[in-house]
């Protein structure tokens, strides 16, 4: 059982719909991330929390907005998707963030939310 | 521009002999190389990793090699076993990111 999760598994939305992505840890993790990953791609980061505050954003357009409720929630908002947009979204937690101190950052990924984009 | 590149999408060994999977970078500033093993419909699970001061790591079946010099490293698995059929990504961490590599999807054929 993965202890990260991750709701919903799987979205079907329009290009005018907003809706959210949400994810749950409750390792007492203090970094939490979200990535996007494309069929036969690596997961691509979009961002990463650290502390409940957004400390790295990959260049993501502002249809996606993340939100960091509490150290055990985050949230991904989507507004006026593209069909591109079309791809499995991992949430993740860590430790803390990678670096010599704090060690590797190991991840613990959920499932992933499947969304499609119509 | 990909700083964590698996060139192998796929390999096939035979279940019992050893399976080697290959990554190689270009950030000489990581501090951790990992790797991970997914199924379909899961998300990635760790497996091992290995800080940039050591050259080995061993866990059980899976054994990490890192080269700095050659910024190369591999993951041994030996005896390869039918449910490690997976796909097996290999990741780089520093700077609070951890970046991966395009995946090399292994077969173990009975």
């Known amino acids: 059982d993965t202890e990260v999760t991750q709701t919903p598994k799987h979205l079907v939305m329009g290009m005018t719909n907003k809706k959210s992505l949400k994810c749950e840890q409750h390792?007492?993790?203090?970094?939490m991330y979200w990535y996007k990953q494309k069929a036969k791609k690596p997961p691509e980061l979009m961002f990463v929390y650290s502390y409940e505050k957004l400390s790295i954003n990959e260049s993501v357009p502002s249809r996606f907005s993340p939100e960091c409720p509490n150290s055990s929630l985050l949230n991904l908002h989507l507004h006026a998707l593209q069909p591109e947009d079309s791809a499995l979204y991992l949430c993740a937690s860590s430790r803390g963030t990678s670096g010599r101190r704090s060690g590797t950052g190991e991840l613990f990924f959920g499932e992933g939310s499947r969304l499609t984009v119509l | 521009d990909q700083q964590v590149k698996q060139n192998s999408p796929s390999l096939s060994v035979q279940e019992g002999r050893i399976s080697i999977l290959n990554c190689d970078y270009t950030?000489?500033?990581?501090?951790?190389f990992l790797w991970y093993k997914k199924y379909p419909a899961e998300g990635p699970t760790f497996l091992i990793s290995?800080?940039?001061?050591?050259d080995k790591n061993e866990d059980g079946r899976f054994t990490v090699f890192l080269n700095k010099s050659a910024k190369h490293l591999s993951l041994h698995i030996v005896p390869s076993q039918p449910g490690d059929s997976a796909v097996y990504f290999c990741?780089?961490?520093?700077?609070?990111?951890?970046?991966f590599g395009s995946g090399t999807r292994l077969s173990i054929r009975p």
């Open positions: 950030n000489s500033m990581f501090d951790y």
């Open positions: 990741a780089a961490s520093g700077a609070s990111k951890i970046i």
């Open positions: 390792m007492g993790h203090r970094a």
């Open positions: 290995i800080s940039s001061i050591k």
